[in-house]
């Protein structure tokens, strides 16, 4: 009879041309306007720090001396490839500093480094991760520098444990990025899969019309007919579940592969994660079903919630979140669509943290209570008459 149930309903729901519409092809249209209007900005993070050119002059050209040979092959080493095949520094020598200069103006050239007088000039035509990156080595060097010549006129007998220190840790600068297929705008696309897993609200609150006899006419035929209730209702809500997640998981195969935007995790735990969110989607719907008697407001109830939560979890402002961690942190841990998106930046920027399974214990919990209260609002419906 349970197999039956969900046959029906997973026909009546297919049937469903707007479901069609907003579920399927809206989500996928939004993908769309998102990567045209973000452009490039989506694939090269504005925060990761590439190869920096950066011209090298000495004043008098006699980089082999001790002062000024010894930053040079700081820099030297700096520009030789990693494991990974990237380097810090691209160095380019020239004769002068207008020589150099002239690079800079034409934009060939990030930043200069001239040396005169024992001292070393950080030459830059702007502020930004480039020049802050120039300036950092700089200052590492003359660190060191400073240690070394310290410890040799007052206690040169510690210059070996100096040389180890140094050993341990050989690298002035180092690349690391917690998750470097991640942009910050994924942010954005995140929130869309929310704002698909809500709209699984709608696919509810439309089963439950059909199975209310206030609402429709198979509904009285359905509270009349001698069949389990509540068997016939969670049928529902698993061809809900199961359509809302093939609906989530042709979203992510279009943004993975036909935009070519990674997820910044592998696509079957993002598809999993989803899977819970549609289930939180259905669940929620099926509560506002439960709750609500008018057919209005159980299209615009859904409608209103999913766009709300969606606002809030950063689908229209980026950074709302941090916003409201700051003044309100309670708000991101009740709202479905702040906890989903915050689960998948979780397993892409860092993996699976406790925060991660945190969120996926909440949205356990919330699934569990939104069904509970809709069983005990179930069981205790009658009407008048039928």
Known sequence: MFFRFF????????????LVGWNFLFPLVLASAFYLGFGNMIKDDPNRLDTIKVAYVCDNGNENTTAYGSFLSVINELSKETEDHSKILDITNFNSLDEAKNALNKDNIDGIYYQHDNAIEVIVSENGLSSTSLSQIVKVYQNYRA???????????EINTLMANMESNQSFVKKHDFSPGVSQYMQFFYALLA???????WISTAIMTNLCANLSESGKRFEIAPGHKLRAIFAGILAGTILQALSNAVVICYVEFVLGLHWGAPIYMVIAITILASALGISVGTLIGSIFKNELALSMVPLAFTMTCSFFSGLMMGGIQQIIQNFCPLLNKINPATVFTDSLYQLACYGKTSAYYEDLCIMVLMIGLCLAISVLILRRRNYDSI
């Not at 240690?147 to 007998?157: C, G, T």
């Not at 704002?195 to 609200?201: A, D, E, I, K, Y």
Request: glycine share 4%; proline share 3%.
């Open 195 to 201: 704002m698909s897993s809500l709209f699984g609200s």
């Open 7 to 18: 046959s029906y309903s997973l026909k009546q729901l297919v049937r469903m041309r707007w």
């Open 147 to 157: 240690s070394f010549e310290k410890i040799l006129s007052e206690k040169p007998e």
